[in-house]
């Protein structure tokens, strides 16, 4: 192709493009202005200009639009966490010394209270023991009984005297370790709770290194999870928290937490929380996994229908309505949900944003309410009072000047 029919092509395509824009912007230039009808104002309603988008005389008419409301939103956070059953009070029992199993006076998995005997060893050496204590302790007795007779007769010396009183002192100290020994033979509940599983029988020879069983109070449990460095300084002692397990479905127990670590864990920015859920059932056990879920209050902000979120090269931004007009209002995406976006920005409960008909509009332009809502009262859009609006194949009120122009002759 030679150089000037490539020259005439990009000229044609130039003029036709400009035609086109021009037909857009500017009909009454291509088709001319004609007469305004009379009835032009009355059907644009009050305070709005006919014509074309934004309200310029000689366009297609005022953008139609579909509005939602403004409304209120809190921002909180939802935390679940998967953490581990622990028992309220748990201990495993041990002996302080070593010796043979003579007795062993509970059942696995039974309920125990504070004090009940749990397993007894062979104490026959402690209680001879004591027994030979007490008979000493008994002899320093009377001996010092003697020496304070004798002292009132004067037949006795002060060294004497203090010799007998520090016996029997001795005595009773005697006594009292021989009494301490022969506790140690005997394992007590140390407190209310209810016992383990066991491996020892009459007759075990066991030390202090051998675990007996172990102890658990099982009126509450307690399950330690963590929560995300952004929420840390929101989650308090006190806070509800709702709690599930696998092993009990369709039930959540209401807890609380019982509480807060003092730092962040730096690998893996997050904090350790611990929450106590009630057990009156004894349903829940130790070493159970247990789903939690934490709702952290946020800032209320607004919200506003996802489909009124609009995007340029600036950030996010809405088409909120100033009675019949749209203003570009920029705005933050706080989060999402459901169809619903919580926002940053100059917006009020109860204010007006565009969610349908966006792409005609710009800012400062005039609208006209889907259903008539333009806010110009009951009936704005529609024909006045006593007016026979818009018959079949009759021109309509809205029709832009320039067609019915060109429909006229």
Same mark, same amino acid.
């Given at each position: 192709?030679?150089?000037?029919?490539?020259?005439?092509?990009?000229?044609?395509?130039?003029?036709?493009?400009?035609?086109?824009?021009? +037909?857009?912007?500017?009909?009454?230039?291509?088709?001319?202005?004609?007469?305004?009808?009379?009835?032009?104002?009355?059907?644009?309603?009050?305070?709005?200009?006919?014509?074309?988008?934004?309200?310029?005389?000689?366009?297609?008419?005022?953008?139609? $639009?579909?509005?939602?409301?403004?409304?209120?939103?809190? #921002?909180?956070?939802?935390?679940?966490?998967?953490?581990?059953?622990?028992?309220? /009070?748990?201990?495993?029992?041990?002996?302080?010394?070593?010796?043979?199993?003579?007795? !062993? &006076?509970?059942?696995?998995?039974?309920?125990?209270?504070?004090?009940?005997?749990?397993?007894?060893?062979?104490?026959?050496?402690?209680?001879?023991?004591?027994?030979?204590?007490?008979?000493?302790?008994?002899?320093?007795?009377?001996? +010092?009984?003697?020496?304070? /007779?004798?002292?009132?007769?004067?037949?006795?010396?002060?060294?004497?005297?203090? =010799?007998?009183?520090?016996?029997?002192?001795?005595?009773? $100290?005697?006594?009292?370790?021989?009494?301490?020994?022969?506790?140690? /033979?005997?394992?007590?509940?140390?407190? =209310?709770?209810?016992?383990?599983?066991?491996?020892?029988?009459?007759?075990?020879?066991?030390?202090?290194?051998?675990?007996?069983?172990?102890?658990?109070?099982?009126?509450?449990?307690?399950?330690?999870? #963590?929560?995300?460095?952004?929420?840390?300084?929101?989650?308090?002692?006190?806070?509800?928290?709702?709690?599930?397990?696998?092993?009990?479905?369709?039930?959540?127990?209401?807890?609380?937490?019982?509480?807060?670590?003092?730092?962040?864990?730096?690998?893996?920015?997050?904090?350790?929380?611990?929450?106590? +859920? %009630?057990?009156?059932?004894? &349903?829940?056990? %130790?070493?159970?996994?247990?789903?939690?879920?934490?709702? $952290?209050?946020?800032? $209320?902000?607004?919200?506003?229908?996802?489909?009124?979120?609009?995007?340029?090269?600036?950030?996010?931004?809405?088409?909120?309505?100033?009675? &019949?007009?749209?203003?570009?209002?920029?705005?933050?995406?706080?989060?999402?949900?459901?169809?619903?976006?919580? !926002?940053?920005? #100059?917006?009020?409960?109860? &204010?007006?944003?565009?969610?349908?008909?966006?792409?005609?509009?710009?800012?400062?332009?005039?609208?006209?309410?889907?259903?008539?809502?333009?806010?110009?009262?009951?009936?704005?859009?529609?024909?006045?009072?006593?007016?026979?609006?818009?018959?079949?194949?009759?021109?309509? %009120?809205?029709?832009?000047?320039?067609?019915?122009?060109?429909?006229?002759?």
């Amino acid at each position: 192709m030679s150089i000037a029919k490539q020259v005439l092509l990009s000229l044609l395509l130039v003029a036709l493009v400009g035609g086109g824009w021009l +037909l857009y912007q500017r009909p009454d230039l291509v088709f001319g202005a004609g007469e305004q009808p009379a009835d032009a104002s009355a059907a644009a309603g009050p305070g709005r200009s006919p014509g074309g988008p934004g309200g310029r005389p000689g366009g297609f008419g005022q953008a139609l $639009v579909v509005t939602a409301p403004v409304e209120s939103d809190d #921002d909180g956070t939802e935390v679940r966490a998967i953490g581990t059953a622990t028992a309220a /009070r748990s201990v495993t029992l041990y002996p302080q010394v070593a010796g043979i199993v003579t007795a !062993v &006076d509970f059942t696995p998995g039974a309920p125990v209270t504070a004090g009940r005997v749990l397993l007894e060893l062979d104490s026959a050496d402690q209680q001879v023991a004591l027994d030979r204590a007490t008979i000493a302790l008994d002899a320093a007795r009377e001996t +010092l009984d003697r020496a304070e /007779r004798l002292e009132k007769s004067g037949n006795v010396t002060a060294s004497t005297l203090s =010799d007998a009183r520090k016996a029997v002192r001795q005595a009773e $100290v005697d006594v009292r370790m021989a009494e301490l020994d022969l506790a140690k /033979r005997t394992i007590h509940a140390p407190f =209310d709770g209810v016992i383990g599983l066991t491996d020892i029988a009459v007759g075990d020879l066991i030390n202090s290194q051998t675990a007996i069983a172990t102890v658990a109070d099982m009126s509450s449990v307690t399950v330690a999870f #963590d929560v995300p460095e952004r929420v840390a300084g929101a989650v308090t002692v006190g806070e509800p928290v709702n709690a599930t397990a696998a092993a009990i479905p369709g039930v959540t127990i209401a807890g609380r937490i019982s509480a807060v670590d003092n730092r962040i864990d730096p690998a893996t920015r997050t904090m350790r929380v611990e929450a106590t +859920l %009630p057990n009156d059932t004894a &349903d829940l056990k %130790p070493g159970m996994a247990i789903t939690t879920e934490l709702s $952290v209050a946020g800032e $209320v902000r607004p919200s506003v229908p996802s489909l009124a979120i609009q995007w340029d090269r600036a950030g996010s931004f809405v088409w909120m309505l100033d009675g &019949d007009v749209v203003r570009r209002t920029p705005v933050q995406v706080i989060a999402r949900r459901s169809g619903v976006v919580t !926002v940053a920005g #100059d917006l009020a409960p109860g &204010d007006e944003v565009v969610v349908e008909g966006v792409l005609r509009l710009r800012d400062g332009a005039t609208v006209v309410r889907a259903g008539g809502g333009d806010g110009g009262g009951p009936g704005a859009g529609s024909p006045p009072t006593g007016e026979p609006g818009p018959v079949s194949g009759s021109e309509s %009120p809205a029709t832009p000047r320039a067609v019915r122009s060109r429909s006229a002759g």
